[in-house]
C-alpha cells in the first residue's frame, strides 16, 4: 500500500509537524510505549498500547484459528452470525465486504438491536447451519448479550440441548462475564484476547481474525503485510519521507491547529467498507476534552461541491484503478488537501488498519488529549441503565413533553415550548446553525438498516449542504454509540444532533437468561431507552437535539422532512 499526501498550501505546516515528530522522538516513544506523549498519568494508556505488536504475537496463534475454522466446517456449519458492537463488529464488518468472493463460510454482522432486525436475522439464518460468534471485550455489552441470549434459545428450540453449545464460541477478554458464561455454557470455543488493547484498537487480533478466518482470508499473508510496513516504516524522516502512519498523522495534527477539523472518506466498491472502521477510530480516540475531528462518510459529488476550509479528503483507491476525474477537479477547486491511500489487493487493508492506529496515536500527541480512552460513552449507558431499571419497576420509559404530534410522529427540541407543525420545529432547530463554530449535524436512526432510508437521507444531506452550508453524518442506532457517540458529547460542542426512532408495533423479547422464557424487558424496549439515554447525555453535555419519534411510515416522514428543508427561507 501506497501513501500520497498532498498538502496544497500547508506544505510548510506538514514539514513543521514532520520535525516536530523527529526533533521530540515521537515514534520510538510510542512504540516503547511512553505515556508522557499524552498524558501524566499512565491510566488506560499503559494498558493499552497492545495493538503496537499483535501482529507479532498473533502468528503463533494462526494453526488455532485456522483449526477451529476446520472443526466448525467439518460440523456442517455453513453461515456465522457475528453479534457484536463497536470495535467488536466493525473490523469483521470490512472484512466480511471485502473479502465477499470465494469465501468459506457466510458471515454478517448483527449490531443492531431494533427489533424488525433481529427478526430479519432470526429469518435469514437457519440455527442447524448456523456458528454464532459472540464478541464483545468487556464481556458485558448489553446489546451483545441481549443477542446472545436470543439466539441461544432460538438455536436451543431447533437443535435441542446436547447440540445448542456447538453453535456458539466467544471472543472477550479474560476474566470477563462473557468467559464465565461461555464456560458455563460450554460453548465450542472462547478466545481470549489480549487485555491491554481497546476495543478500536483490535483489528489485527482475535477480535478481528477469528472473522477473517471463518470467511476464508490467509491469516500469515495479513499479517506479513502489516510486519512489512512496521519494519520499514522505522524512521520516517522529513527529507525522506516513507508517508507512513506518522506522516499521517502529523499531516492531520498539523492541519487540525489550522481549523481543518473533518476527514472526508471517499472511496469506491469494495474500499468504501474502510470507512466504518476507520470513522470509529478516528472519532471515539479524538472527540474529547472539547476537541475532535470528525470523519465523514457517504458524501456524494453535490456535497463535495459544498466543501469548505474545514476539510480534508482521504481517496481510497486500488492502484489499477484511477479516482474519477470530476472527484480530482473537485478537491482541487475547492483546495481540499488530500491523503491517496493506494491498494494492491485487499490484503493491504491489515496495513490500512495499522497505519491509522499509528496515526491516531500521533493525531493525539499534537492534539493533547488521550487518544485510549472514551470517557463520555459511559454517560449514554448510565442514562439507559437507570431507564431500564424505572422500565423494571413502573413499566414505562421516561416520559417526554413533545413539541408536536399527529397521527404518524411526534417531535421534541425544547420540552417547555409547543409548536404547531413539524416545519415550525426544524425551522427552530437550524436556525441557530451559526452559534457554533464549524457546526455539524450528526442524523441518527434507530430504525432497521434499509437502503431506501439512507437514500433519503443523502437527499437531505444534500439540502443541508448546498443550502445551508452544513457538514452531516449518518449513523443507525444504537450501532454509532459504540463509534462516533463519543465525539458527539466529547467534541467541542459544535455539532446538531437529529434522532429518527421508529416505534414500530413489531417486538421482540429479550429472555432473562439463556434457555429460560422468562422475559423482563423486550428489544423494542431497549432500543428505545438506548436512544432516550443518549439524548439524556447530550442535552447533559450542552447539545442541541432534535427528537422524532416515527409512529407508523418512516417514508411519510421522511418526504414531509425533505420537503420543509427545501422550503425554509432564512
Known amino acids: 500500500m ?3 499526501i498532498n498538502a496544497r498550501g500547508f506544505l510548510d505546516d506538514f514539514v513543521n509537524a514532520r520535525k516536530e515528530i523527529e526533533r521530540e522522538n515521537v515514534v520510538e516513544r510510542i512504540r516503547n510505549k511512553d505515556y508522557t506523549l499524552w498524558s501524566d498519568s499512565p491510566d ?3 494498558n493499552r498500547l497492545g495493538w503496537l505488536d499483535i501482529h507479532k504475537r498473533m502468528k503463533s496463534h494462526v494453526q488455532r484459528i485456522y483449526d477451529f475454522v476446520e472443526n466448525v466446517q467439518a460440523d456442517g456449519i455453513k453461515n456465522v452470525l457475528l453479534l457484536g458492537m463497536g470495535g467488536s463488529s466493525l473490523a469483521p464488518e470490512v472484512f466480511s465486504k471485502m473479502f465477499a468472493d470465494g469465501k468459506k463460510l457466510n458471515l454478517k454482522v448483527l449490531d443492531s438491536t431494533h427489533p424488525k432486525m433481529v427478526a430479519r436475522f432470526a429469518a435469514e439464518f437457519d440455527p442447524k447451519e448456523t456458528l454464532y460468534l459472540v464478541s464483545t471485550k468487556s464481556g458485558g455489552t448489553v446489546e451483545t448479550i441481549s443477542l446472545m441470549k436470543y439466539f441461544f434459545n432460538l438455536t436451543l428450540k431447533a437443535v435441542g440441548e446436547t447440540e445448542v453449545v456447538n453453535h456458539f464460541a466467544a471472543i472477550t477478554d479474560p476474566g470477563s462475564k462473557l468467559e464465565s458464561l461461555a464456560a458455563e455454557l460450554n460453548f465450542r470455543e472462547t478466545f481470549l484476547n489480549d487485555p491491554n488493547i481497546g476495543g478500536r484498537f483490535s483489528a489485527l487480533s482475535y477480535f478481528g481474525l477469528v472473522p477473517a478466518a471463518l470467511i476464508g482470508v490467509d491469516l500469515n499473508l495479513l499479517l506479513d503485510r502489516v510486519e512489512a510496513r512496521y519494519n520499514v516504516k522505522e524512521d520516517c524522516k522529513v527529507e525522506n519521507s516513507q508517508n507512513c502512519g506518522a506522516d499521517v498523522g502529523a499531516f ?16 469506491q466498491g469494495k474500499l468504501s467498507a474502510f470507512g466504518d472502521w476507520v470513522e470509529q477510530l478516528i ?3 479524538t472527540g474529547k ?4 475531528i470528525l470523519p465523514v462518510l457517504g458524501e456524494n459529488q453535490q ?3 459544498s466543501y469548505s476550509r474545514d476539510r480534508i479528503a482521504v ?7 484511477r479516482t474519477d476525474p470530476q472527484i480530482t477537479d473537485l478537491l482541487e477547486k475547492r483546495d481540499v488537501p488530500v491523503i491517496e491511500m493506494v491498494f494492491e489487493d485487499e490484503y493491504d487493508v491489515a496495513s490500512a488498519f495499522y497505519l491509522w492506529e499509528f496515526a491516531t496515536a500521533v493525531v493525539g500527541y499534537f492534539m493533547k488529549i488521550h487518544p485510549f480512552n472514551q470517557p463520555n460513552v459511559e454517560a449514554t449507558k448510565a442514562a439507559a441503565r437507570k431507564m431500564l431499571e424505572d422500565f423494571k419497576h413502573s413499566g414505562e420509559l421516561k416520559k417526554i413533553n413533545y413539541c408536536y404530534e399527529d397521527e404518524n410522529l411526534r417531535a421534541v427540541i425544547d420540552e417547555k415550548s409547543k409548536s404547531n407543525s413539524l416545519a415550525f420545529i426544524i425551522r427552530e432547530f437550524f436556525g441557530n446553525r451559526w452559534e457554533k463554530v464549524n457546526p455539524y449535524v450528526a442524523i441518527q436512526f434507530y430504525t432497521p438498516y434499509d437502503k431506501r432510508i439512507e437514500e433519503k437521507v443523502l437527499s437531505a444531506r444534500v439540502v443541508l449542504a448546498r443550502r445551508f452550508g452544513l457538514v452531516s453524518t449518518f449513523g443507525y442506532g444504537p450501532r454509532f454509540l459504540h463509534s462516533t457517540g463519543q465525539l458527539h458529547k466529547g467534541d467541542g460542542r459544535n455539532g446538531f444532533c437529529v434522532q429518527v426512532v421508529h416505534l414500530d408495533e413489531t417486538d421482540v423479547p429479550i429472555p432473562n437468561e439463556p434457555g429460560s422464557e422468562e422475559s423482563d424487558i423486550t428489544f423494542g424496549t431497549l432500543i428505545n431507552a438506548e436512544s432516550l439515554g443518549d439524548r439524556d447525555a447530550l442535552i447533559a453535555a450542552d447539545r442541541k437535539v432534535l427528537r422524532i419519534e416515527v409512529k407508523q411510515n418512516i417514508d411519510l416522514v421522511l418526504n414531509e422532512i425533505l420537503e420543509i428543508l427545501h422550503s425554509i427561507q432564512f
Open 44 to 46: 488506560e494508556i499503559t
Open 2 to 4: 501506497d501513501i500520497q
Open 315 to 321: 481517496v481510497l483507491r486500488y492502484s489499477d484503478v
Open 283 to 285: 472519532a471515539e480516540s
Open 252 to 267: 492531520l495534527g498539523a492541519l487540525y491547529k489550522k481549523g481543518r477539523d473533518k476527514i472526508s472518506f471517499i472511496a
Open 289 to 292: 476534552s472539547k476537541k475532535g
Open 303 to 305: 456535497i463535495m461541491n
